[in-house]
């Protein structure tokens, strides 16, 4: 049997220990520090030796590969006796991936991985590839995998559909400031602002912030597209525009009370080469607003 050492004990150390022994590997875990405690129930739970406060020599260097922490520095002394003894080096997502068939975004970089990973998930959401985010927060694949296996794909994620020459993207699944803003931010680096028209409706769950939340996104929206027709669609969203209106005057900003009152005109706004974009939380039935298939 195959010995294999793994440094470091957090969310993927450990879950990279998991995954090895469940593919034959005689598996021993080393960390410096002290490992958290439900961290040490899972090694326990599978049977795998470990150890804290510090890293036994002996019991490393007589593994045939090492999985190393990315928050271990190749300086240190006992990653420099593992280079010196010649025992190859890997990370956990490289040993992970030897197991995994799935295309992978790799985010790296010393300032902007978190926010950029949340940026890429709003696309990763739109096909279903929430794994990206959990494998990026460092979560274990075989957790990952449970979850995927009872995962039930909702409609309205970014879905794509074309009506007599216009496009539809429906982004409208769910909606919270930060899935808006992101969303905006993904949409501005590609769509034309004279051809895009947003759709934007109420996000609910908000309280006492409700109205302050949504007037930011709206200022967000008209700055990142200026050019563009903005359709407000809610009762919140009605309150957001008049609170607005006392301040300037937002020509490009058309607002609705409910979803119903908005059909014709949002349809009748999709003439061929635009672009829509609908965001908004699921009670707002945003499927309403795009043209019956045929009709």
């Not at 002996?58 to 090492?66: Q, W």
């Amino acid at each position: 049997m195959k010995k294999i050492a793994i440094l470091g004990a957090a969310e993927s150390g450990v879950g990279a220990a998991i995954l090895a022994q469940k593919q034959g590997y005689d598996v021993f875990v080393s960390d410096m520090g002290i490992i958290k405690p439900h961290y040490k129930d899972m090694l326990n739970e599978h049977g795998i030796n470990w150890e804290e406060g510090q890293h036994s020599s002996e019991k490393i260097l007589d593994a045939s590969e090492i999985i190393k922490s990315p928050g271990i520095p190749e300086t240190a002394p006992m990653v420099q006796k593992i280079l010196e003894k010649g025992i190859g080096v890997i990370s956990e997502i490289e040993f992970a991936g030897r197991y995994d068939s799935a295309k992978k975004v790799c985010i790296t970089g010393s300032n902007g991985k978190t926010t950029t990973t949340e940026l890429t998930t709003v696309l990763f959401q739109a096909a279903g590839e929430a794994a990206a985010m959990a494998l990026a927060f460092g979560i274990p694949l075989e957790v990952i995998a449970r979850g995927l296996e009872k995962t039930v794909l909702p409609g309205m994620r970014m879905r794509k559909t074309e009506h007599n020459g216009a496009v539809w993207l429906n982004d409208a699944y769910n909606a919270n400031p930060d899935s808006m803003k992101a969303s905006l931010t993904w949409l501005s680096g590609f769509a034309d602002s004279k051809e895009t028209i947003l759709v934007l409706g109420d996000m609910g769950e908000l309280g006492k912030n409700a109205l302050r939340e949504h007037i930011k996104v709206l200022e967000f929206a008209c700055e990142r597209f200026p050019l563009s027709k903005i359709i407000c669609v809610g009762k919140m969203m009605q309150q957001t525009y008049d609170v607005m209106e006392l301040v300037s005057n937002k020509e490009n900003v058309t607002v609705f009370a409910s979803t119903d009152e908005a059909v014709s005109y949002v349809r009748e706004s999709a003439v061929p080469g635009k672009l829509l974009f609908l965001k908004a939380s699921n009670f707002m039935q945003f499927t309403k607003l795009e043209p019956v298939a045929g009709a």
